[in-house]
């Protein structure tokens, strides 16, 4: 059982590139989310979405877009990367409000 | 606004060296706290949700508390197997889907 499941593992941008985000989760959960991950401020929300069709924005959306593609698939987008969100980011989804959240390995990005 | 606040930040303890680590909350509501285990390198690893104060849950050494304003980890006997970094978030009430995380603490075991 695969639960969250993120692709890239690690990539490295130059500063004003572009790149997206792959995470699919095969728990049938209806909830999914993007955090990141700084050392010293701990996982922080990016963009959430509760349902199908559904996004909202975390404590620190500013610099993403977020695709809730189907029930399985949550992707985040970095428009015009920069050296600020070299970060390691997380993936995780869960049942809803009150329900745990699982994560996935992480993804280690550079922005150089 | 709500905050999360864990201490210590770390803790090196002998195997076998009993201690608690410690996650102090104020949210509008609580929905639920977790404790996650995360290796270097690794996601978080879901441990415990606690719903309401004076429960506890228990996990081979690990013993998770729930007070009105805290909660404590408590690690009985540990291995070196046991080092990691323990991270709490607290939900809030109302519906909302947000966890807010503590910054960890970073246990380390000596054999």
């Known amino acids: 059982n695969a639960g969250v499941t993120q692709t890239p593992k690690f990539q490295v941008l130059k500063t004003g590139q572009s790149m997206t985000l792959q995470c699919a989760q095969d728990?049938?959960?209806?909830?999914m989310y993007w955090y990141r991950q700084d050392p010293g401020m701990g996982l922080r929300l990016i963009y959430y979405s509760a349902s199908e069709g559904t996004t909202d924005k975390g404590e620190v959306p500013n610099g993403y877009n977020v695709s809730r593609l189907n029930k399985r698939e949550f992707s985040l987008r970095l428009e015009s990367a920069a050296p600020s969100q070299t970060s390691v980011y997380f993936c995780?989804?869960?049942?809803?409000?009150?329900?745990?959240?699982?994560f996935g390995e992480g993804s280690w990005l550079t922005v150089v | 606004e709500d905050q999360v606040t864990q201490s210590p930040e770390a803790l090196r303890l002998q195997e076998g060296e009993s201690s608690s680590l410690n996650c102090s909350y104020t949210?509008?509501?609580?929905?639920?706290l977790f404790w996650y285990r995360q290796d270097p390198g690794k996601g978080p690893e879901f441990l415990f949700t606690?719903?309401?104060a004076g429960e506890e849950k228990e996990k081979e050494r690990l013993k998770a508390t729930l007070t009105k304003k805290e909660s404590f980890l408590h690690i009985t006997a540990p291995k070196p197997e046991d080092s990691a970094t323990y991270l709490c978030a607290v939900g809030e009430g109302g519906g909302s889907e947000k966890l807010v995380f503590g910054k960890g603490t970073k246990l380390t075991v000596n054999p």
């Open positions: 995780a989804s869960s049942g809803g409000s009150g329900n745990t959240i699982y």
């Open positions: 949210v509008s509501g609580l929905r639920g």
């Open positions: 606690l719903y309401s």
């Open positions: 728990m049938n959960h209806n909830s």
